[in-house]
DNA sequence: CCCGGCGTTAATGCAC
DNA sequence: GTGCATTAACGCCGGG
């Protein structure tokens, strides 16, 4: 079993087990842990920016619970008007029409 | 600290450490556990009913997922009605009118 | 409306009324969904069931997270815990986290 | 229907059009709620590069659940990480799972 | 300041 | 084996 399959299949690994640099499996490991915990940085900071923008319209007056569902009503009927073109042979699906 | 409290801060705690019987604690998680796990019993064996309804419909010549895209409607028309009352309300709330 | 004519909301499932198989068709796929819909009560009914069951427990002063994971555990195999868990060990030392 | 009146899907949000307090309303809630609508739509592209990495991770061979577990573990306080442990562990010997 | 409710998001199981 | 539908977990938010 190669270092690669060895991430998988339960052999020993570390980062440096004596070796100069690490063996690769181990360093893709920590490229994509990396990768996806700056995605998750750049989230947090945009769920912040979210949270102050619902503050904001608190603080102007607005109720934020209706704001939400006015947010989420805008983005279901976005996604009711992709499915509506299916519903209709759907529908005929469902009786067996076709 | 009390048997009772040994399940929350951490102390030592078995099903029968040198006692007869157990402590109270561990059967009180005991029965909480299995209880859960009664009802998760039944949540199977519904969703296997489920499954099969489909499937007869199925063999009937229904399509499946038209079927479930009806019974999901027919759930989001009767949550919409229930809620419909407090929609105007709330957008009315949105806009800082009430 | 009437209960018959609510099938999907509004109007009539059936495009062809007057012919029998139509009818039959409808009346077959009402079936079909009053017993899922029958089922999904049942289904609802367990799921607060649970939900009071920890609760309860938590009144008890019992930690809920830790209650699921447990409850979680005695379902999951015990070899293919261990083998994950001998994974996860892999992917910790190959990042240095122990 | 312009993407002026579409609001909400339907009608004009400001029963009281005529007014200018009424329009400022809408006005200012239409700032809102498209503040909202442009970060959400970055928080869309960035879950889906997150699902690509651990995409990409998977066909490079590694446990996608491990890998979410390591991002979470490297997330969490090792203290607070510990202390569930022992809840855990204290829960597991009152059930005898240990 | 804590609590329960809710909305979002990840995980599991299923059908194809 | 891949995508999807359901289900459970998590974190945020408003109220008491």
Known sequence: M?????LIGGGDLSSDEG??????AASRLRSFVER???IEVVQKALAEDKKEV????KGAGFDTK????IVSER???ADDLAEF?????????????I
């Open 2 to 6: 190669s270092d690669e399959e060895d």
């Open 54 to 57: 619902y503050a904001e319209a």
């Open 19 to 24: 070796s100069n640099s690490g063996n690769a």
């Open 66 to 69: 209706a704001l939400r569902k």
């Open 75 to 77: 983005k279901a009927n």
């Open 85 to 97: 073109e299916s519903i209709l042979d759907l529908y005929r699906h469902a009786l067996g029409m």
């Open 36 to 38: 996806v915990e700056r």
